[in-house]
């Protein structure tokens, strides 16, 4: 597929482009073995779950798009059916480079994981995205540990099944799809003003509200999962743009991107490819809408310097933010607002407020 003049091919999924296109170690014969054994398990005309969206290239390459629940057993079905039954080129899912260890983890170290908000979970956030960034990333673990307490599941089962059976599939890529989780913070973050900071912050901190593996699986279906969108857009707009509607047109570039013509043995000639790729189903509509688009990747990457504008009156009031998220992460976790509250750079940070500016 030829690429749209606004895109640029060094932004994309992480992959292994470096690697040949067939493993090392085999002969041709051995690979053009394999390649027919997969060709004759790929199905022409599969019978695919209702979560399942097929787009297409001008070239012909097909991309199943599966759209999941992140706390869902029957997505991690639908996912190994899929990529059971199209034996893909490529699998592409909702990951990228900083959440990729919960591919490897067992379900007993990440439901501990996910509960344990610790003072070190604090540090690294605020090293990898910044104070006000990193405070918010602690408090949506807070919500995945909600979710994870009151299922008794960890997240992201979709996502080690599609890498469990990407590894069965002869000559199948694994590519992780979505935007870096620190550009999608800071870029959320600069996006709210401070009171709309502080009313999301008070609302994950306060969040209670039990729920039902049923009420998981209803998230599934399209017309509650625009329903939620909406009443988000109306709260956050600014927040639903970057968290979702940019990481959609981002997702959609990795796709297209994966969807490229492959290489088929024994003359290396170019064949349209088969992606499956494992998105959030909020991210289906997205994906759909933007998948014909020209597309501008570098605009939803940046992440603009804070405005001047204002300076001071945020200076005096985010001695009280601050004071709220603390609060919040102390309610998230024992002890751990506190600390947060004692970590240098906090102290650095409310030592510049008290000082007066040369």
């Avoid at 009313?199 to 699986?217: H, M, N, Q, T, Y």
Wanted: contains cysteine; aromatic residues 6%; hydrophobic residues 40%.
């Amino acid at each position: 597929m030829e690429q749209d003049n606004s895109e640029d091919d060094s932004v994309g999924p992480t992959e292994d482009d470096t690697q040949p296109p067939f493993p090392l170690g085999l002969n041709s014969e051995a690979v053009e073995v394999l390649w027919q054994v997969r060709t004759q398990r790929r199905q022409a005309d599969p019978d695919l779950p209702d979560t399942v969206t097929r787009l297409t290239t001008p070239e012909g390459s097909i991309v199943y798009l599966v759209g999941t629940a992140h706390f869902s057993d029957s997505s991690k079905n639908d996912v190994a059916t899929t990529i059971r039954a199209v034996q893909p080129d490529v699998v592409v899912v909702e990951l990228c480079q900083y959440r990729v260890s919960m591919l490897k983890m067992d379900e007993k170290t990440l439901l501990k994981e996910a509960k344990d908000i610790n003072l070190e979970k604090v540090q690294q956030a605020i090293k990898q995205n910044g104070v006000m960034s990193g405070l918010m990333q602690i408090l949506l673990l807070k919500v995945s540990a909600h979710i994870t307490e009151q299922l008794g599941m960890a997240p992201g089962g979709e996502f080690r099944e599609a890498f469990k059976e990407a590894g069965k599939v002869p000559f199948c890529k694994f590519h992780l799809g979505d935007r870096p989780i620190p550009v999608t913070f800071k870029r959320a973050i600069a996006a709210l003003s401070l009171w709309q900071k502080a009313r999301l912050a008070w609302g994950l901190c306060f969040l209670s509200d039990p729920i039902s593996k049923e009420d998981v699986e209803k998230c599934k279906q399209k017309d509650l999962l625009e329903q939620t969108m909406s009443e988000m857009i109306g709260e956050f707009p600014a927040l639903h743009r970057t968290i979702v509607a940019e990481r959609d047109i981002y997702l959609t570039h990795t796709l297209r991107q994966a969807a490229r013509c492959v290489e088929a043995p024994p003359n290396a000639e170019k064949v349209a490819a088969v992606v499956v790729g494992v998105v959030g189903m909020g991210h289906v509509p997205g994906i759909e809408k933007n998948w014909d688009k020209e597309l501008n990747i570098h605009e939803i990457m940046s992440v603009a310097p804070p405005s001047r504008l204002g300076w001071v009156v945020r200076n005096v009031l985010k001695g009280a933010m601050w004071g709220l998220l603390g609060y919040a992460c102390f309610r998230a976790s024992k002890g751990v607002g506190r600390a947060l509250l004692s970590l240098p750079t906090v102290q650095s940070l409310f030592e510049n407020i008290r000082t007066p500016s040369n």
